[in-house]
């Protein structure tokens, strides 16, 4: 199969691409680098540089893999989009390229507007660059579990009926997202409805929730080829902070009351969903919802096991609560179906004691590169900054203390 | 009370204004006359020329009424929108400041785009001025009716309490829009939700149906002071198209089979409902939603009313059905609450053969400014316009034949 991967360079990205290559697919990576910059102004490089994405692909065909195409450049570009659609003709788009930093979106104005710029107009161009140049190409969107939110009731698979007076109707489940970045990813999911309905689009939106772990098949092969290790408060995600946390020796810092439940998955299952969304195509005319998590987790119970594990390795890990710097329920009902992905074959990957311990020997060789300022919260949703002063240049993108 | 108005020289947003500074508010009337440039590119100037709005807010005083303040810049110029916040320190904006036209935002890929971007970030920017230069400024938006769609339960106001497997929430009300621009006020309601329940804004979300009608208490005193009157396929709503035709000797033209249903309201009762609106605010932290209309009606009925009353005119009307250039069901269940500003004290207008003989009346003073061309619809859903090729300078706007 011909597949474009939009945001190759990412944490996810860059491993999709390697395994769908070597699963014997023609791959197209895309990036414009904007998660590196990103990082850069925000002080949150990853644990290890990564090369970028031509270099990948030089040395991934080195380890012996496949061909890797790579392009650079911006999807919000459509010229630069609608001509790689023309030139590449894909039967299948893999759409990870948005912004996906939910603290980066919530500093301030200019964080935001970028946020809200660039992942609706990214979407808005993978819709009419298939529209106009590859019709029928399915498209795989990355969303987010973070879309719901945490409702009181159980969170289906996109979608619900709903009796109401005596009649019946269904419905796009109704979403209420915590950051803005996670409310693009409404937005995304809302746009793409709407275009499927009118033009026919075939599109399958993962729902996906925070993901953890730095080791796949091909990453094994040569170190390089490993995904970005996010580990700080901007671009990490829990489970990742709390791995270097637990190497570092810093306590392992729970938002709040540490209630707060998600579905969690590896990045193996990450590989395999998108694989199996891939080679289980929608149909012409569907938004095919699929909840992409293999198990519910606290982030206390996160905090415990990785702790419990840590101590066998002689980490000595503590466990701190401190002051949620998000807005969010700490106690609440949570019960979201993943039947889907299931039903397609997905044979998950639990976070056993095994898995994390192999996490934590991975971190611990890199233990000399973590920086410690990086990992407490610099990002507080009541304290986003405002708008540069017309007149003034825009305020640097630097994190507020 | 201290207002801006914004899209002040719009359908609604001239007569909003004169109608607050008639009841003493201090208004500031903005816009950046992208309605005027769409119109004129896309051949669909009103019935009669409208001066511009500086010459509007001096023509209102020379008719004895109060001043009204008039800036002409972008909304989605933050730096431009800011500042007029900050000078004007207003207690309320009310949010017309979008592109109103759902054939418009189906046209093809540009038009698509400048709406998408256009009403998200002129929104984006209303809700950074007031939370960055006017903390406790209420909000009024205008959404509309067409967010809802034509689901096959009652549509509620704005919210929907769902019980589901033994337990119960409260959501917004599922949304699914019929274009592009209906679209774009979905994500609107998403992103001031959003806001709203994060930064405690004051927001009232006004769910309007389409308006008709051209007389309002302020215009009546000089015929220059007129809403713009267009009655052309991309922004004439069907009320106003109808009445047209009928002066013209055109068969009103019935989109397919005509059961479209949909809440309709007079313009009047648009400015009784802002106005209740305002002079009863929501709180800080609640996103009000109040479905604006007073009656509601078929397309086929109102095709009879207009009908029934132009014949007894003299003006013998036919009415045709032709193919529908939309895509929307032509036959279904639809019964909306709209029971929010009643209670706040709206008395409505409905469309008596009194008020569609007025209006007709008034169209035939314009008979010989129709033009004809104008009428029938130019815009199909199934055939929007592909993106100009790379390299190549856009297409001009001007609409497929």
Not at 116 to 127: G, S, Y
Not at 252 to 276: A, E, F, K, P, S
Request: charge should be negative; proline fraction near 6%; charged fraction near 25%.
């Amino acid at each position: 199969m011909r597949v474009i991967v939009l945001g190759g360079d990412g944490y996810l990205g860059w491993p999709t691409a390697m395994r769908l290559a070597a699963r014997g697919h023609d791959v197209l990576a895309v990036d414009n680098y904007l998660r590196r910059r990103i990082a850069r102004e925000t002080d949150s490089e990853p644990l290890f540089a990564t090369p970028e994405l031509p270099e990948r692909a030089r040395l991934f065909e080195e380890s012996g893999g496949p061909k890797v195409e790579v392009a650079i450049g911006d999807c919000c570009d459509f010229a630069f989009l609608a001509d790689l659609f023309r030139r590449f003709q894909p039967e299948a788009v893999v759409h990870y390229a948005e912004q996906p930093s939910a603290p980066y979106s919530m500093m301030g104005y200019e964080e935001a507007r970028l946020t809200l710029d660039n992942n609706l107009t990214a979407t808005f161009n993978v819709i009419w660059a298939v529209k106009d140049h590859a019709p029928g190409c399915h498209v795989v969107k990355l969303g987010t579990m973070g879309e719901y939110g945490t409702p009181n009731i159980d969170i289906e698979e996109g979608w619900i009926e709903i009796a109401h007076k005596g009649r019946k109707d269904t419905f796009l489940y109704p979403r209420a997202a915590g950051s803005l970045y996670h409310t693009t990813k409404v937005l995304d999911t809302d746009l793409l409805w709407f275009y499927v309905r009118t033009y026919g689009l075939a599109v399958t939106d993962l729902m996906q929730g925070p993901v953890y772990g730095l080791s796949t098949a091909e990453a094994d092969a040569d170190e390089r080829l490993l995904p970005n290790f996010h580990y700080d408060d901007i671009f990490g995600t829990v489970v990742n902070r709390f791995l270097v946390q637990a190497v570092a020796g810093i306590p392992l810092t729970v938002y709040g009351r540490g209630g707060q439940t998600r579905g969690y998955l590896n990045i193996l299952d990450t590989l395999q969903c998108v694989l199996l969304a891939l080679e289980n195509p929608a149909a012409a005319g569907e938004l095919r919802i699929l909840n992409q998590f293999v198990e519910q987790l606290s982030v206390n119970e996160i905090a415990e096991k990785v702790q419990r594990v840590g101590n066998a390795l002689g980490l000595g890990v503590a466990v701190r609560s401190i002051e949620n710097p998000r807005k969010e329920k700490e106690d609440h009902y949570y019960n979201a179906k993943h039947q889907g992905l299931l039903d397609l074959g997905l044979e998950p990957h639990p976070m056993t004691d095994d898995v994390i311990a192999g996490m934590l020997e991975r971190v611990l060789r890199h233990k000399g590169r973590i920086e410690r300022g990086r990992i407490l919260p610099r990002v507080k949703w009541s304290a986003a900054r405002s708008a540069a002063e017309p007149g003034r240049p825009p305020a640097p993108a630097g994190v507020d203390a």
